[in-house]
Nanobody
Framework: VQLQASGGGLVQAGGSLRVSCAAS????????MGWFRQAPGKEREFVGC????????YYADSVKGRFTISRDNAKNTVYLQMDTLKPEDTAIYYC?????????????????WGQGTLVTVSS
């Protein structure tokens, strides 16, 4: 699976942004899709994930209630809708995939990674 993230940019605090991750391959619907982020000088951290069927999502406490993950298996795409953005959300956002039917939280459990897209939130 090859992943291509897009949609990052500059947004003011309190604003919204949606980033996307397009996947190649015919088995996209077999994968749990995760989003991670890495801020300057910090380690990469889990943001959230969505199961293969879109039924279950799981979020880090820091984004819960503000971020929403969805997917369109017909388009081989997963989305991260980010609302009420804060300056501390500034980071490179990565999508990742693991063939699974379950929620996957740990970074090391993901097999495929996209190249990342930069989100900058100004105060």
């Amino acid at each position: 699976v090859q992943l291509q993230a897009s949609g990052g940019g500059l947004v003011q605090a309190g604003g919204s942004l949606r980033v996307s991750c397009a996947a190649s391959g015919r088995t996209f619907s077999s994968y749990t899709m995760g989003w991670f982020r890495q801020a300057p000088g910090k380690e990469r951290e889990f943001v959230g994930c969505i199961t293969w069927d879109g039924v279950r999502t799981y979020y880090a406490d820091s984004v819960k209630g503000r971020f929403t993950i969805s997917r369109d298996n017909a388009k081989n795409t997963v989305y991260l809708q980010m609302d009420t953005l804060k300056p501390e959300d500034t980071a490179i956002y990565y999508c990742a995939a693991r063939e699974s039917r379950f929620v996957v939280v740990l970074m090391n459990n993901y097999d495929y990674w996209g190249q990342g897209t930069l989100v900058t939130v100004s105060s």
